[in-house]
């Protein structure tokens, strides 16, 4: 999601002479209105035309280079009316910018639900945007039911309290707010994200003068689940958050996006951290795991790396493939490399890709480079029990 002037700069972009959305050039606009194009797409926008390049930026010969190299074009920015800004938001958002399909989003700004993406903005002073003060979570929608959604509320009023951010509502009250919103979306396959802020009301860098917190909710639709499709990482160069943070799941997600970024660059999916130690901590924002020669089923403790909770119900739920003889035992401790890339099997879990088989570790193979029997068997248990589990985990929705 965006802050409002993140909406506001790409709505803006479809004014006469306005830097385009990323801010990765300047261009001058011909006077003479016409219409928002983005790609080869065409958006009619009170006559503006908008040459959009596949970025989201304006064309331009005047491309961002080093600070010596700018040469900037003079512009003449428009004073916009709050219509005019809702015109053109609501241009943004038809002109198929955004990756991902939002069905509802709450804001205690506002005190209500909006079905309508386009008005799915947050205040550009509030912390979360500016300061990065703010944590979240997330819980998966599953046939009409919400999984694991007390766990991941759990997690979050710990991060909360870490990060002195006081909820503006106790724990009832957000839960049926969540429940509620997703309900208004009709979402019945996606997630929820839930986010908690330090609160709107200035620039400062802490929250002074009696400021209130916010909290914000966003339903995702997704169209498909997520497949246990064999993948390759490599040992992030970026360092990973201290464990202060690293234990907390805040806004600040700037070391683990370049750390995957690090891994795009590669030719691979995600990378992996290793603890000051060495021992093998993590992904971006999922957990890790091992089967080893011996059938035990190992898995980095969580004290210092975020306490996942798709992979504790990845332990729970291996009890059954210790039962029937699939898997000799499970162990939650140090790992180390070396452990790591002998195993047979190595896999990702997190809400986002359940259970993600790897096949390739930086240049050695894990196993025999294939996807292993225990993943694909731990990635149907899972997805069974977010259909049928116990409703410890399974939240029912009322739509």
């Known amino acids: 999601m965006s802050s409002i002037h993140g909406f506001a700069g790409a709505a803006a972009a479809a004014g006469e002479s306005m830097v385009g959305v990323g801010a990765r050039s300047t261009a001058t606009i011909r006077s003479q209105r ?11 926008l009170n006559g503006v035309e908008m040459p959009l390049c596949k970025f989201g930026s304006l064309k331009s010969s005047h491309r961002m ?8 074009t003079s512009v ?19 002109s198929g910018a955004r990756n991902q399909e939002y069905t509802a989003m ?43 959604l007390d766990q991941h509320l759990d997690r979050f009023l710990r991060s909360a309290s870490m990060a002195k951010i006081h909820p503006p509502f106790d724990l009832s009250t957000m839960r049926s707010i969540l429940i509620q919103t997703v309900s208004m979306s009709k979402c019945t396959l996606g997630s929820l994200r839930y986010w908690l802020s330090a609160g709107p009301g200035d620039f400062q860098l802490t929250p002074a003068g009696g400021m209130n917190s916010a909290f914000y909710a966003v339903v995702i639709q997704l169209h498909s689940f997520p497949s246990p499709s064999g993948c390759k990482v490599v040992t992030s160069t970026i360092p990973m958050k201290p464990l202060q943070f690293s234990i907390m799941k805040s806004t600040n997600y700037l070391p683990n996006a370049l750390s995957k970024m690090e891994a795009e660059e590669k030719g691979a999916y995600v990378s992996i951290w290793l603890d000051e130690e060495g021992f093998i901590a993590e992904g971006p924002n999922m957990n890790v795991a091992f089967v080893t ?35 000799t035992g499970v162990r939650v401790g140090n790992v180390t490399v070396e452990e790591g890339k002998e195993a047979e099997e190595m896999m990702l879990i997190g809400s986002g890709v359940i259970v993600k088989p790897v096949l390739q570790w930086d240049d050695k193979f894990i ?33």
């Open 367 to 399: 196993g025999d480079g294939k996807e292993g029997p225990i993943a694909q068997a731990l990635y149907n248990l899972i997805v069974e029990d977010m259909k049928s589990g116990p409703s410890t985990v399974r939240v029912p929705v009322s739509y």
């Open 106 to 148: 709450y804001s205690s700004i506002v005190g209500g639900v909006t079905t309508n993406p386009a008005a799915m903005v947050i205040p550009m002073d509030d912390h979360m945007v500016h300061r990065g003060h703010g944590i979240f979570d997330t819980a998966a929608i599953m046939d009409g039911h919400l999984y694991e």
């Open 76 to 94: 003449d920015l428009p004073l916009l009316s709050m219509s005019e800004v809702t015109e053109r938001l609501a241009a943004f958002h038809a």
């Open 293 to 327: 020669k011996q059938k035990e089923l190992m898995m980095p403790s969580f004290d210092k790396i975020l306490s996942g909770c798709t992979a504790k119900r990845v332990l729970a739920v291996a009890d059954t493939l210790v039962a029937d003889g699939r898997l």
């Open 34 to 44: 016409s219409f928002f194009l983005v790609g080869s797409k065409r958006i009619a």
């Open 65 to 72: 280079g080093p600070p010596q190299a700018c040469n900037f």
